[in-house]
């Protein structure tokens, strides 16, 4: 079956009445989740599962979908409005989102990261639909030695990040490095860093830092510097896009909907290295007049890109999970337990003994991401108008939700202790100017990049030559190197001429 | 009951339970008046996990065979470390049980600071359900037809061949390293964040082996991306009919399956145990139970408490063994 015949089928089942009626409720249930700190899409359809045993498996699996794209709308919101980011895909959005929720700008903050998730959600599910298996085929030839040098290219966006001294910069990024190393050591199986607490032994949770350095560190930094007496109510702004607004909006869309896209098929992608890349890519495009908002009032284009990125990457996971049967996340892993429990066991056969399910499913996406942009727009003004509470009550709320949010990860007090050391380390780096920012990139890519460094090594026996011989590190290699010296060599070559 | 029998050895301990359990162990344990308010049990792994998607098929019988509420808590971290030793410390009351796989007892040696012994700290219910063992899948390039030419080709390349390890003491793990202590073999673990990882090496032909689910495998290798060598299980599965097992192909003794099991703090009263057991031993006959544990490449069990308690034993033995001959080999 082809694709448009498989389409046709699929949207013939999925505009049922009881289909579309799964579909909404998803979709609700999704934004929902997706607001709320600490329950993320995994966790809910891991307890919707049970409906398994009763409802039919079209109806589920359109249910589940409609969580999956929900919570993918949903989670920017917190990154906007509080500087919370609920996962790792919308850590980037914060950099940019909370700065201009900031300045007054948080309508066209929500507006843009919601139409730009409409645009990379539809990019996206027209890939699971037509470019599925070739993507996940070209996806395969990616192994450790070029996963570790895509993490060499997303280290140089490090740079965008790293502010006005780069020794300050720097000491960030190696506290993130110190950080990605606690944990079982993947290779000896050695704790390190754990200092004999079980529950360091998966390492820190990436969110959490990201949210003890954003939003507890400023909220104890606000408490600390604050004078009394000066209370000023935030401007709600203007809600929608404007012109201007729009036009340097498109370009990030499709910029870090393709760019996403592929990260999420790739098995050991994430959602996090794209939402980097289309962030360093923006703000090396931008003009001059919008690189200067970069940082201080917060750039539009910053909240754009990364968040297209982050959302065509989570529909990109569904790939190999319906062509491989490889689920390369939490929710992927506890949708193909879904399958399972259908007694179907997705694979490289799964488009050919399941045709009615996959396309109604793949359908059902599109049906859901349209239900979401019109769920989700009008909801801007409400979420927008939370900025109007006096900053002591609002501060006190965000450290609330942080609070509820990071115990609701694993139900843990250790990782309250942490949340609020590590706050208060962000308070200091904030008092004494050092970017936050970094730490979490340095958090995120180190362990990946060590990781798939070894795994190389380990492969090739020792052989480091494994990094430049195989073609795809190389050109990957050469593209970091461009990307770091390109722009000096550019501006010394300038200068002469 | 349970003091009584503590010198008791343990042939006739087993024995004289059985009798007692016909007496009317459920008549004793209602004397107590257990239970009297909702049960919890604790999941030391995320919900969708495999252990969490089983007990969540079960707890609705054990439920209406108990009367009381069962309630599920998802305490992950450490490979199942966190929320074991967080049982293992509660009281034995009988209102905190705690259902998990096989890990139980082969992440502990792994590790220095397990927290718990998973022998000694626990009273040992039942083993609810397994699974049909993991398959030893390769890539179609390497020329190996079976398990013999494997190993011929792992003597001949020794410490060459790669294999993807999930995690110390994971269901990828564990019979790997038992292939290479039976056999005398030296293979190469690759260590992965997780089996989707590992996997898409193997289908690549970055590396050589996988013990990996069988149901994960299975489309792989009726498509010819994969080949099956070896089941580790007792029986063959009827998902994989042409693969025979590890003992078929001349390893008399292997067995590795994935397993489930349920405990209750140590000092539990016998009455309680037995209790449980018979509500699982009837939750896994059900019709609809076995249906779900059928799609999911399972079967019920519901192995006695004592059989339980010394089949446990015997596994911690074997992985605490498999830790040791690791820990002697050279880091790469």
């Not at chain 1, 999925?14 to 700190?37: D, E, K, M, R």
Request: aromatic share 8%; glycine share 12%; proline share 7%.
């Amino acid at each position: 079956m082809d694709a448009i015949a498989g389409l046709s089928l699929g949207f013939s089942h999925a505009l049922t009445l009881t289909n579309l009626g799964w579909a909404l409720l998803g979709c609700f249930l999704g934004t929902a989740v997706g607001v709320l700190p600490g329950i993320g899409p995994a966790l809910t359809i891991a307890l919707l599962l049970p409906i398994t045993f009763q409802v039919p498996a079209t109806g589920a699996f359109i249910l589940f979908c409609g969580v999956f794209y929900g919570a993918m709308y949903g989670g920017s919101t917190t990154s906007i409005l509080l500087n919370t980011p609920g996962e790792s895909g919308s850590i980037i959005t914060a950099l940019e989102g909370a700065k201009m929720a900031r300045s007054g700008r948080a309508g066209p903050a929500l507006a843009t990261a919601a139409i730009g998730s409409f645009v990379a959600g539809t990019i996206g599910t027209l890939g699971i639909s037509f470019l599925g298996p070739v993507v996940v085929d070209v996806a395969l030839m990616l192994g450790p030695a070029e996963y570790c040098a895509l993490m060499v290219l997303c280290f140089v966006t490090v740079s965008a990040v790293l502010g006005g001294s780069a020794l300050r910069g720097l000491t960030s990024l190696f506290l993130g490095l110190v950080l990605g190393l606690v944990g079982i050591d993947l290779q000896t199986g050695q704790p390190r860093l754990t200092f004999g607490i079980p529950e360091l032994l998966d390492g820190v949770n990436v969110v959490l830092v990201a949210v003890a350095l954003f939003a507890v560190g400023e909220t104890l930094h606000l408490a600390w510097r604050h004078v009394e007496g000066r209370q000023e109510v935030r401007q709600v702004g203007r809600l929608m896009l404007s012109r201007a607004d729009l036009r340097r909006s498109v370009g990030p869309w499709f910029r870090g909907s393709l760019l996403g896209f592929p990260f999420g098929v790739m098995p050991a992608g994430g959602t996090e290295m794209p939402t980097m890349l289309s962030y360093y890519a923006e703000r090396k495009l931008a003009s001059p007049e919008a690189q200067k908002e970069f940082g201080t009032t917060g750039a539009i284009e910053g909240v754009a890109g990364p968040e297209a990125a982050n959302n065509a990457a989570a529909a990109g996971i569904l790939v190999p999970m319906l062509t491989l049967g490889l689920p390369t996340s939490a929710t992927a892993a506890i949708m193909l337990s879904a399958f399972q429990s259908y007694g179907i066991n997705p694979g490289p056969l799964l488009f050919e003994q399941q045709a009615d399910l996959v396309w109604t499913l793949i359908a059902s996406l599109y049906v859901a991401n349209l239900m979401l942009v019109v769920l989700n727009l009008p909801l801007v003004g409400l979420w927008a108008r939370i900025l109007t509470v006096p900053q002591p009550q609002l501060y006190a709320g965000i450290l609330v939700f942080a609070t509820i949010g990071t115990y609701g990860i694993s139900n843990s007090v250790t990782d309250l202790v942490l949340l609020y050391g590590i706050g208060l380390v962000g308070m200091l780096m904030r008092r004494f100017d050092f970017p936050t920012a970094p730490v979490v990139i340095g958090m995120i890519l180190g362990p990946m990049a060590e990781q798939a460094m070894r795994q190389a090594l380990t492969i090739s026996q020792g052989d480091w030559t494994v990094f430049v011989t195989r073609p795809g590190s190389l050109a990957i290699l050469l593209l970091a190197l461009a990307a770091l010296a390109g722009p000096r060599l550019y501006a010394a070559w300038a200068r002469r001429g | 009951m349970a003091q009584v029998l503590a010198g008791v050895p343990r042939g006739m301990r087993r024995r004289g339970l059985l009798g007692l359990a016909a007496l009317g162990g459920t008549a004793q344990a209602q004397g107590a008046g257990w239970p009297t308010r909702p049960i919890r049990v604790v999941v030391p792994s995320p919900p969708g996990g495999p252990p969490d998607l089983i007990l969540r098929v079960i707890a609705p019988r054990l439920q209406s065979l108990l009367g009381q509420p069962i309630l599920t808590e998802n305490r992950a971290g450490g490979g199942g470390l966190v929320g074991t030793a967080y049982v293992a410390r509660l009281p034995a009351d009988g209102y905190t049980w705690l259902f998990t796989t096989a890990s139980h007892v082969n992440i502990p040696p792994f590790n220095d600071n397990a927290g718990y012994d998973p022998v000694r700290d626990f009273a040992h219910v039942t083993l609810a359900a397994q699974n049909f063992g993991q398959a030893l899948v390769v890539h179609p390039a390497l020329p190996a037809q079976d398990l013999a030419g494997l190993l011929a080709l792992a003597r001949q390349r020794p410490g060459q061949l790669t294999y993807v390890n999930a995690g110390n003491g994971t269901a990828s793990h564990i019979p790997a390293e038992l292939l290479q202590a039976m056999t005398g073999t030296d293979l190469l673990s690759v260590p992965y964040r997780g089996v989707a990882e590992g996997m898409t090496d193997l289908l690549a032909g970055r590396v050589d082996l996988f013990f990996v689910g069988t149901q994960i495998a299975v489309q792989h290798v009726q498509e010819g991306r994969l080949r099956a060598l070896a089941l580790t299980g007792a029986r063959r599965w009827r998902g994989l009919p042409a693969v025979p097992t590890m003992a078929e192909q001349g390893l008399p003794g292997f067995e590795v399956v994935n397993w489930f099991g349920l405990w209750l703090p140590a000092g539990a009263p016998l009455g309680m145990v037995q209790q449980i057991h018979a509500a699982v031993a009837q939750a896994v006959e059900d019709p609809e139970v076995r249906r779900q544990f059928d799609a999911q490449g399972l079967e019920g069990v519901a192995m006695p408490p004592g059989r339980f308690a010394d089949f446990v034993a015997a596994q911690a033995r074997i992985a605490q063994d498999i830790a040791r001959r690791v820990g002697t080999k050279p880091v790469p």
